[in-house]
């Protein structure tokens, strides 16, 4: 089994930068893509960005390209999302998902593991 562990979240001024972890523990062998997606109230589940194993390939929701980053150190066992120029908007719970697979999927069906979320609240 795995488990992954967020942590980063809090309250931030629109414009304002956060950086979120993901430690993931246990049985660490088989992941290979990980991802961040986030959830409103009351909302589906919404995929933010997704990093391969290497780090070399990434994608993003269009609303946070130029905005976000994804990365990830294997060695730490970690996944990063940098967010900068924060918006209103991003206000929700951001969740870590990770993938036994190389394909780099966009929807919460594609992920095994998930993190219990961290809140993260953009206010003026």
């Known amino acids: 089994q795995v488990q992954l562990v967020e942590s980063g979240g809090g309250l931030v001024q629109i414009g304002g930068s956060l950086r979120l972890s993901c430690a993931a523990s246990?049985?660490?062998?088989?992941?290979?893509?990980m991802a961040w997606f986030r959830q409103a109230p009351g909302k589906e589940r919404e995929f933010v960005a997704v990093i391969s194993y290497s780090g070399f390939t990434t994608n993003y929701l269009n609303s946070v390209k130029g905005r976000f980053t994804i990365s990830r150190d294997n060695a730490k066992k970690t996944v990063y999302l940098q967010m900068n120029r924060l918006r209103a908007e991003d206000t929700v719970v951001y969740f870590c998902?990770?993938?036994?697979?190389?394909?780099?999927?966009?929807?919460?069906?594609?992920?095994?593991?998930w993190g219990q979320g961290t809140q993260v609240t953009v206010s003026s």
């Open positions: 998902a990770a993938s036994d697979t190389t394909q780099l999927r966009t929807t919460p069906h594609g992920y095994d593991y």
């Open positions: 246990g049985r660490t062998g088989s992941i290979n893509t």
